[in-house]
């Protein structure tokens, strides 16, 4: 509801093109995931039942369903435009030629123009890194040398570095072998190449500008420190390229995501400045209304014409006109007009997140903020407090669904997140646009600028860190669509009930109750670690992290998984703040990928790896990460041992150099014996058969006996059973991905483990895992459960 301009009357809001939008938005997101036909059955269906019921609507215009009538008619319009948008484009990406040369996976010479920024396919240390860019295909030649032309849309997979700084818009030719695509969008291919582009030509004007202005601005946060260095351009233009993982993952336990996506709130805000500055200038009307314009077009050259920018200047630029013409109701009009365009258009923007975030977010703006701030001014909260409770609770509630999707979690902290963040996102969104303009001609003043920026930046990363961490801060949610669309019918019957002061009354008891009575139970015990914990095995997908405590917030970590972020979360849950001994067991990437991790916001001490030189660039990438951090790097092998508080280490092997083995790196891991509270702990690494035999061999046999063995190679078939025999452990703890595709754990192995009445448990069901010792000596073990979005991945 909306104050009509005459008085303090409520007016309902201008709803009258919303149907058409959501049923275009909804036919074409389901028409992505449908075969052209039942595409257009569906786009016939909905014709002749416009047709029927609008004829109904104009032969009884008294008709008592008229109102409901008129909506049916608009939304069916709707699925009418976004079905055909969608069967048409779905048959430019089934086109014969490229599905023929997909299938059999020919090698092809295209010529692209590149539709986006190519992003860095990088987060794993030891392998190079990849390019991934969209592209429209002008044409393509198999191996027969026909050229064939079809604009369909392709995914370039590139090795070489030159792919990294195209522009969009770029026209290029390039050769290399096209494969079939996933499906669920209009992407007909992917193209996987090794070799440079081939430029023709140059892009157009505002590309090269936005490209210029876009790196002057990462140029500019590149002194700043990491994590809102890299958030910066993020919240200014929606650049992510440079975002930390952790900083990305925190965003999104709290309900932030939005404010990297571009929306109508960064127009409005850019305007707004502009606005100000001409009102303090004393600019008149017509003089403010150009620099405002001016400033909206080199926004949007600034963040990339791209469709979810155009749709954000372009509801910017109609809400200016509304407001100039006194009719703000035409805001929520031109929205739903923006995006039934877009989607026919672009059919592929109805299953982008980002685009999602921004409509929802600019709707929950326009439908629920106004209503809940003069509901709060009513009940004599001051004007400026109210807007700011008001404008964050409405985009939260407005993105809930697509959030819980995307993450299969619920929010409970993204409202007081969000408040927490108002006062931050203007100053660092302003800031950062200064900044950008500035560097292209005085570098010196856009990093000072940039510096200033980054301080409100920096209170942002605090806010999503610390929500982040809070207990009980997210429940588990159903993901996917699914889970999206059972929160978005649960947030209407609750926004349609609470109208009754019965409802309203009814959920504020039950939200204080869970509140009151849930909350002190999870910040007095957590349940994690579990008390006398002596190792933890973290859930980080494909890959491991073995934790053995030192002391209170110090602890030995061995290995570091694939990823940052799942250790960094996992160390965090442990409360780890200091590590006296990094200990990588051999250079794969899957136990180092993830050592930015483990450096984050932590003291490291010494990180400790084999004498194997391979893969070389692993190595080498373990060096890097550790010089930047000033941490030393020490080799070690058989006989090396080491106490650090109640952790005694042994190194037990390779005994001796492994060569010409099914896997030299494997074979090479380090193996170390661990002795934690009089808990014997063996870490294998991914020792195979053959360094497990040479152990049997060279190692006194009494010292392979343990009460806990880390399986080696997550479980793999390659095992020697005499010396899992060797060792006898009571349990077996298993790091292992979901669904990877290695077939790890071999289930062999685990039955036999089983019959000999060991315990076996695994990451990829179990979540971290803890073995545990209580105050009688005896062992137990813990799990805490898979979250959802965490330990997944098939690596």
Request: positive net charge.
């Amino acid at each position: 509801m909306e104050q009509d301009p005459d008085g303090d009357r409520r007016v309902p809001p201008d709803l009258r093109l919303v149907g058409l939008a959501v049923g275009a938005w909804l036919s074409a997101l389901a028409g992505l995931r449908l075969p052209t036909g039942v595409v257009l059955l569906v786009a016939t269906l909905a014709a002749v039942a416009a047709a029927v019921l609008g004829y109904r609507l104009v032969q009884r215009p008294v008709f008592a369903l008229a109102g409901p009538g008129r909506v049916m008619v608009t939304v069916l319009l709707g699925v009418l435009c976004g079905s055909v948008a969608t069967a048409v484009q779905l048959g430019v990406r089934d086109a014969g030629p490229i599905r023929d040369l997909a299938d059999s996976r020919s090698r092809v010479t295209a010529e692209l123009v590149v539709r986006d920024d190519p992003r860095t396919l990088a987060g794993v240390a030891g392998r190079p890194a990849r390019y991934l860019l969209s592209a429209r295909l002008r044409w393509l030649a198999g191996p027969d040398q026909t050229r064939r032309h079809v604009p369909a849309r392709i995914l370039v997979l590139a090795g070489d570095p030159a792919w990294r700084h195209l522009l969009p818009g770029q026209r290029l030719t390039t050769s290399g072998r096209l494969g079939a695509a996933r499906g669920g969008d209009l992407t007909a291919a992917v193209l996987t190449v090794d070799t440079p582009p081939v430029l023709r030509g140059r892009p157009s004007w505002a590309q090269r500008l936005a490209g210029t202005l876009r790196a002057g601005l990462q140029q500019a946060c590149a002194p700043l420190p990491r994590e809102p260095g890299g958030l910066l351009p993020g919240l200014v233009v929606g650049d992510t390229s440079r975002l930390e993982p952790a900083v990305e993952a925190d965003f999104r336990t709290t309900g932030m995501t939005h404010l990297t996506a571009v929306s109508g709130s960064n127009v409005a805000i850019v305007v707004g400045a502009v606005l100000l500055l001409a009102r303090w200038a004393r600019a008149g009307p017509w003089l403010a209304a150009l620099l405002c314009a001016v400033a909206l077009l080199g926004f949007v050259i600034l963040a990339r014409p791209s469709p979810s920018v155009v749709r954000a200047g372009t509801m910017g630029a109609i809400g200016l006109v509304a407001l100039a013409v006194g009719r703000p109701r035409a805001a929520l009009p031109a929205l739903a007009g923006a995006v039934t365009v877009l989607v026919v258009i672009d059919p592929e923007l109805a299953g982008d997140a980002g685009f999602a975030l921004s409509v929802l977010a600019t709707g929950g703006l326009l439908l629920l903020a106004p209503r809940w701030r003069d509901a709060l001014r009513r009940r004599h909260v001051p004007a400026g407090l109210a807007e700011a409770l008001a404008i964050p609770a409405a985009a939260q509630l407005a993105c809930a669904p697509v959030l819980a999707g995307l993450s299969g979690t619920v929010s409970l902290v993204a409202v007081p997140a969000n408040l927490l963040a108002v006062p931050a996102v203007a100053p660092a969104t302003v800031l950062g646009v200064v900044a950008a303009v500035l560097s292209p001609v005085w570098p010196a003043g856009a990093q000072a600028i940039a510096w200033l920026g980054h301080w409100p930046a920096w209170w942002l990363v605090l806010v999503a860190r610390h929500g982040a961490r809070l207990p009980a801060g997210t429940l588990p949610w159903p993901d996917g669509v699914a889970g999206g669309v059972l929160l978005a019918a649960l947030t209407v019957v609750l926004l349609v009930a609470g109208r009754h002061p019965v409802v309203r009354r009814l959920v504020a008891v039950v939200t204080a109750a869970v509140v009151v009575g849930a909350l002190p139970v999870r910040l007095v015990a957590t349940g994690w670690p579990p008390p006398g914990w002596v190792v933890v095995a973290c859930a980080v997908g494909q890959g491991d992290t073995l934790v053995l405590p030192v002391g209170p917030g110090r602890a030995v970590v061995v290995d570091a998984g694939p990823d940052p972020t799942p250790v960094d979360r996992c160390l965090r849950r442990l409360g780890i703040r200091t590590v006296p001994l990094l200990v990588v067991s051999h250079f794969h990437a899957d136990h180092v990928g993830g050592l930015d991790g483990v450096f984050r916001e932590r003291t490291v001490g010494v990180v400790l790896v084999p004498p194997w030189p391979d893969p070389a660039e692993a190595r080498e990438a373990v060096q890097r990460a550790a010089a930047a951090h000033r941490v030393p790097v020490t080799e070690i092998g058989p006989g090396w041992s080491h106490t650090t508080g109640a952790v005694l280490l042994t190194a037990l092997g390779p005994p001796y150099p492994m060569r010409g083995t099914r896997s030299d790196p494997n074979n090479n891991s380090l193996v170390i014996r661990a002795e934690v509270a009089g808990v014997g702990i063996l870490l294998t690494g991914d020792a195979e058969t053959e360094e497990q035999r040479a152990l049997l061999d060279r190692v006194p046999p009494g010292s392979l006996r343990a009460d806990v063995l880390k399986l080696p190679h997550h479980g793999s078939a390659y095992q020697e059973w005499s010396f899992l025999g060797a060792v006898d452990p009571a349990v077996a703890l298993v790091p292992v991905g979901v669904g990877n595709g290695y077939g790890h754990p071999n289930p062999g192995v685990l039955d036999r483990l089983a019959r000999a009445g060991v315990r076996v448990l695994r990451t990829d069901r179990d979540g971290d895992l803890a073995v545990v010792r209580d105050g009688r000596g005896r062992l137990a073990v813990a799990v805490r459960g898979l979250p959802p979005g965490e330990g997944r991945g098939d690596r």
